[in-house]
Nanobody
Framework: QVQLVESGGGLVQAGGSLRLSCVAS????????MAWFRQAPGKEREFIAT????????AYADSVKGRFTISRDNAKNAMYLQMNSLEPEDTAVYYC?????????????????WGQGTQVTVSS
C-alpha cells in the first residue's frame, strides 16, 4: 500500500501558473509509475501526464502538452506537475495516482493508488 497526498491547488487567473505536488508515504515510491489525472464536474476522470519510475519516460495528454510538465524527485518521494498558461478549461480536481507496474498508462483503471485530490480553479 502507498498513500498519496496532493497539494498546491488554488485559484489562479487565466494565463497564470501553479505547481502541484504529490508526496507518497512509502520509500519504495521510486519503483512506482506515477500519473496525474483531473476530473471536472459532470465529466469523467481525464488523463493528464505520466512518469516512469526513472522520470525519463513521460507522456502527456494533447490538451496539456507544451503547457504542463510532470517531474519527480525519488529522494523526496515526491512528484510534481508544473502548470503554465492555465486556461479556464483546466479547472478541475487534480489527482495523483500510482502503480507498481513499470509501464506507463493513460487509463485510470491501471492505477490502484490515488490521492484525495486538490482543487484547481482558473478564472477568466
Amino acid at each position: 500500500q502507498v498513500q498519496l497526498v496532493e497539494s498546491g491547488g488554488g485559484l489562479v487567473q487565466a494565463g497564470g501558473s501553479l505547481r502541484l505536488s504529490c508526496v507518497a508515504s512509502r520509500s519504495t515510491f521510486s519503483s512506482y509509475t506515477m500519473a496525474w489525472f483531473r476530473q471536472a464536474p459532470g465529466k469523467e476522470r481525464e488523463f493528464i501526464a505520466t512518469s516512469s519510475w526513472t522520470g525519463v519516460g513521460t507522456a502527456y495528454a494533447d490538451s496539456v502538452k507544451g503547457r504542463f510538465t510532470i517531474s519527480r524527485d525519488n529522494a523526496k518521494n515526491a512528484m510534481y506537475l508544473q502548470m503554465n498558461s492555465l486556461e479556464p478549461e483546466d479547472t478541475a480536481v487534480y489527482y495523483c495516482a500510482a502503480t507498481r507496474s513499470s509501464y506507463t498508462y493513460a487509463s485510470p483503471s491501471n492505477y490502484p493508488y490515488w490521492g484525495q485530490g486538490t482543487q484547481v480553479t482558473v478564472s477568466s
